[in-house]
């Protein structure tokens, strides 16, 4: 196994053996192995890949060229986070959130933070106008998000939430499911609601002037 490999890497990767697929690899090694500046270089992507597939063999579920084919397809020109999308963030790098979280959030620790950037981008995304509530937080992406851009483990960053919870700056419901809703909550709301949308309604892809369009109908601008 080539040196730089972390082995909690690769463990991940091979765990999901035949089911992994290209933002599962990139999301897997932006969690678990540590490299500084935004996202993951390219060659340590190529650098894992090459060793689970040797280690899998007939079993992988794709070779190093239909890899790299697979990858290039899921990266989009879009500043906005939508699932199963990989963006570059610098030359040669690339990561599963979009290049906005990595400037407004790395090294943040403070779950309200992530919470209040991520709803703007499902908010934009769902095409949610000014004074809407936001729409709740996935939990599982918002610890995600916290262990590449805040660099914390993921006890740590559930440990954050729970207090944040705890201290009423964050409503999780139901708050001991790992799949719950996380919101920011709204004054004299009893903590019920998600909070309400105070911004300008950000411009979708390809159509600028539509600011009411459900995700589905985003199409993110795949490189060819």
Known sequence: MNSQLQRQTLDELIHKGRYLYPTDVVNIIERFHSVEGPGVPRAVITAYVDEFIRRLGP?????????????????ADLDMWLPHTIYEVAPGRVSVFPPTWHRLLAGVHDPAQYVGVIGEDLAAA????????LPPVPKQVLIDAMMVLG?????????????????GRLVVEPFQNPNASVWLPTPNSGHSKPQQLNRPDRPLP?????????SASIRPKYRR
């Open 206 to 214: 390809d159509d600028p002037n539509d600011t009411r369009r459900d």
């Open 151 to 167: 660099g914390l483990d993921r006890r740590t960053a559930g440990g954050f939430i729970k207090q944040a919870r705890l201290n």
């Open 59 to 75: 079993r992988a579920p794709f070779s190093q060229d239909r890899f790299a084919r697979l990858l290039d397809g899921r990266v």
């Open 126 to 133: 769902k095409g949610v106008g000014t004074g809407e509530s």
